[in-house]
């Protein structure tokens, strides 16, 4: 049931405040997170990872993308990350010592699946992060985390990422105490995803002047994204959410490879787009916003704070609440949901059920 919203995927941005207190619901104990919500092997597996290589499809690759950076700046752990279907037909070298992370809402996914079935002989374990009890990944990891979201009924997915991404941080903390996280550090970042829920609401407020943006792209053909550091997945993720909702071509790159190519395609009809947190990146990534306004480009911007970023002929900003370093990638794909979810409205899509698209891939 849809209640008041006039979509499922709309329903499902505005359930993602409640989603974030229901991945933490039981996993949180005096700050800390419980290894026993993973499984009863937890512990044992934990104590033995060297590395972890993650492995999905879609959006949930792209929370996967994030977790790379997770892994390796905060607790030093060697992390990579890869698709699905690219994965499970290539010779993959497994190191001693890998936990193998599936991310998956359906846990019924074809290629991700057969990724885990392929390699199990070689890997110290396999965790599955997953939205739906009892799937066929949940039923053939050796330990899971549930993302506890909720049915997902929009095909573009939504809070299934946001709830993956919290799931994916409070694995980097009970992994992390071995590998160097101190307590205090984990009871700051329990903090911050505890705040979570307050801070995502206040995103949710900007409803309104996302949706004025949104009417720039309507009669646009194409579009950029961009972002650096653990905000290039959060690029990547906006595009795919555009281009499968509102039909409109759209690509998400690291800023910093504008100079290497994309920047050609910049002119007045290519609005670009850009997550751009209050962060050590900022300089940089506002010199790239330059190259694009020098070009003509029209940039509509997600920024930090009112003062770093203003708008300006040729420059909407929309500014963010501020927030730890940590959140920056699960606050900031919220106002790319609402974005993609109103151009779609406007060019009158349909939002839940996108052409050529199913929910679950369960054929390759
Ligand atoms: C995008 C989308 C897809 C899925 C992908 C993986 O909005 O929904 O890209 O993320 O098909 O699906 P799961 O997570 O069920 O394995």
């Given at each position: 049931?849809k209640?008041?919203?006039?979509h499922?995927?709309?329903?499902e ?22 290894e ?8 044992h ?28 700046e905060?607790?030093?752990?060697p ?33 991700t ?6 390699v199990?002989s070689?890997?110290?374990?396999s ?6 009890p ?10 899971c ?14 809070k ?16 992390g105490?071995?590998h ?10 329990v903090?911050?995803?505890?705040n979570?829920?307050t ?17 720039a ?6 579009a ?40 050609a ?8 787009v ?15 916003l ?16 009112e ?27 919220l106002?790319?949901q ?8 406007l ?16 054929v390759?």
């Open positions: 049931d209640g008041e919203f006039k499922f995927m709309l329903k941005i505005y359930e993602q405040p409640d989603v974030m207190a229901q991945v933490l619901e039981g996993r949180i104990a005096n700050g800390h997170v419980l026993q919500a993973f499984g009863v092997d937890a512990k597996v934990f104590d033995q990872i060297k590395q972890v290589q993650i492995v999905a499809c879609g959006t949930s690759y792209h929370a996967g993308m994030v977790a790379k950076y997770w892994f390796e905060l607790i030093g752990l992390c990579m990350v890869e698709v699905a279907s690219e994965f499970r037909y290539r010779s993959v070298v497994i190191r001693e010592g890998t936990l193998l992370i599936t991310l998956s809402q359906s846990g019924e996914t074809a290629d699946l057969a990724a885990l079935r392929d199990k070689q890997i110290l374990a965790l599955s992060i997953c939205n739906v009892g799937s066929s990944l949940v039923r053939e990891s050796n330990l985390l549930m993302t506890n979201a909720g049915p997902e009924i929009g095909v573009a997915s939504t299934a990422f946001t709830s993956q991404l919290v799931a994916l941080l409070l694995t980097c903390l009970v992994i105490r071995r160097g996280l101190s307590s205090e550090q984990e009871k700051q970042i903090t911050d995803l505890q979570l829920p801070l995502t609401r206040t995103i949710l407020d900007l409803d309104e002047p996302v949706k004025a943006m949104a009417e792209f309507a009669e646009k053909h194409h950029l994204f961009l972002g650096r550091g653990a905000l290039y997945p959060i690029a990547l993720e906006g595009a795919l959410k555009l281009k499968e909702i509102s039909y409109i071509h759209a690509e998400g790159y690291p800023a910093g490879e504008l100079k290497h190519g994309p920047l395609l910049v002119d007045k009809d290519m609005p670009v850009t997550v751009a947190p209050n962060n050590e990146m900022l300089d940089k990534l506002k010199a790239n330059q190259e694009v306004r020098a070009r003509g480009g029209e940039l509509f911007v997600f920024a930090g704070c003062q770093t970023l203003k708008s300006e002929e040729g420059m909407q900003v929309i500014a963010l609440p501020a927030c730890s370093k940590l959140m920056e990638p699960i606050v900031y794909t106002p790319l609402l974005l993609s979810y109103h151009v779609a409205v060019k009158g899509t349909d939002v839940d059920q996108p052409r050529n698209l199913a929910k679950s891939v369960t390759e």
